[in-house]
């Protein structure tokens, strides 16, 4: 029995019979060859492309999506930059991803200090390690002339603050504002003076 | 990418061009692209927690001027100018939510006043209780409000700590 080539198939017993008949080019010889319209197919990848490169940002996501978060929505068009993040969801407080206390016990607290003091501690490491590097020059051009700018008044451009003291809050927009006026507080009795409110752009 | 021109007859003038290439390319990058999009658009609203937390004093520089103050409760809003001590209250509005036109509005009337033509600053605090409860989307739609109308040094403080507070 001759071996011969299994053509073109569609599935095991469907040839593309249909489709080689209708490129015949009428000189009695079936031709193999079958022509598929790419052009759709580069038309919708074009577009795709064109879209993706649209919404593309080179900063990257700065800030994690949490289950139970939704940000407050805001005109603000100003970008967000690296900072520690403090998370607030509906139930928990979080810095940098560590779960600091549940914002039941926050809210029940009714210390004097008006402090978080799990977070103070956080805050207080992170912000003399900031603290430490500025000192040291461990930073880019671009940062080290915000820092400058800092300290000679001038105020930065968005996107481009000085490390120091700057922390981004990221808290759920239906938090009560007296957690949030504690964790701002235990934000700059740490030394974090200028913060950062993540919102959404409506 | 390659092109084959005249393909088979002679008189042909048809071009054949290789697309493969081109759809490799697409494709990866479609990938790459679809990889790392960023789907929500998040901003930022700049602010410093000013100094008047309940442990803290009032520098005398701090006297000297008028500090525009707005207080947010679950049922109004609160502008202040302390030193003249003039409050003015703005109610919500028939659907039950706050009237942050008539917020802004207000604010661009101090913005051009002369106290604060040349200044940029303002505080403002939430005053939430237990059964009357101001939420943080309350806050930053105040911030977002004020820095529209010009005062953009927004800074963030306790309802006690206001240096313009309505007395009740």
């Known amino acids: 029995m001759p071996v011969r080539s299994p053509g073109p198939r569609l599935y095991r017993s469907v040839k593309f019979e249909y489709l080689v008949h209708s490129q015949a080019g009428g000189h009695g010889v079936k031709a193999s060859n079958i022509a598929l319209n790419l052009t759709p197919f580069v038309d919708m990848m074009t577009i795709l492309v064109t879209f993706l490169l649209m919404v593309f940002s080179s900063s990257g996501e700065i800030l994690q999506a949490q289950k139970g978060l939704a940000l407050p929505t805001a005109d603000a068009k100003d970008v967000l930059q690296t900072a520690p993040v403090i998370i607030v969801t509906k139930s928990e407080i979080t810095y940098q991803g560590q779960l600091i206390a549940t914002t039941e016990s926050v809210m029940r607290d009714e210390s004097p200090t008006f402090k978080i003091d799990a977070l103070f501690e956080r805050l207080d490491a992170a912000a003399k390690k900031i603290k430490e590097d500025v000192a040291l020059g461990k930073l880019s051009p671009a940062v080290k002339k915000a820092c400058d700018d800092m300290r000679n008044g001038l105020r930065p451009s968005a996107g481009r603050y000085c490390p120091e003291g700057l922390a981004i809050l990221q808290a759920d927009e239906s938090t009560d504002v007296r957690l949030v006026n504690k964790v701002v507080n235990t934000s700059k009795a740490a030394g974090f003076d200028n913060l950062l409110f993540a919102v959404k752009n409506k | ?168």
Request: with cysteine.
């Open chain 2, 1 to 168: 990418m390659g092109a084959a021109i005249g393909t088979g007859d002679k008189k042909s003038v048809n071009v054949e061009l290789n697309i493969v290439p081109f759809i490799d390319l697409m494709s990866c990058l479609t990938a790459f692209l679809l990889v790392t999009a960023v789907w929500v658009n998040i901003a930022q609203i700049d602010i410093h927690p000013k100094g008047k937390s309940r442990d803290q004093t009032l520098k005398t520089e701090d006297l000297d001027k008028v500090v525009l103050s707005v207080l947010i409760q679950s049922d109004r809003i609160w502008l202040g100018l302390s030193r003249v001590n003039e409050f003015q209250s703005i109610d919500k509005t028939a659907d039950g939510q706050q009237n942050w036109d008539e917020f802004e509005a207000k604010l661009r009337e101090q913005k051009s006043s002369a106290y604060f033509a040349d200044r940029t600053d303002i505080e403002i605090a939430g005053e939430s209780t237990d059964t009357n409860k101001v939420s943080y989307q309350e806050v930053i739609t105040a911030m977002d409000r004020a820095i529209k109308a010009g005062f953009v040094d927004v800074g963030l403080s306790d309802p006690a700590g206001l240096a313009a507070r309505p007395q009740l």
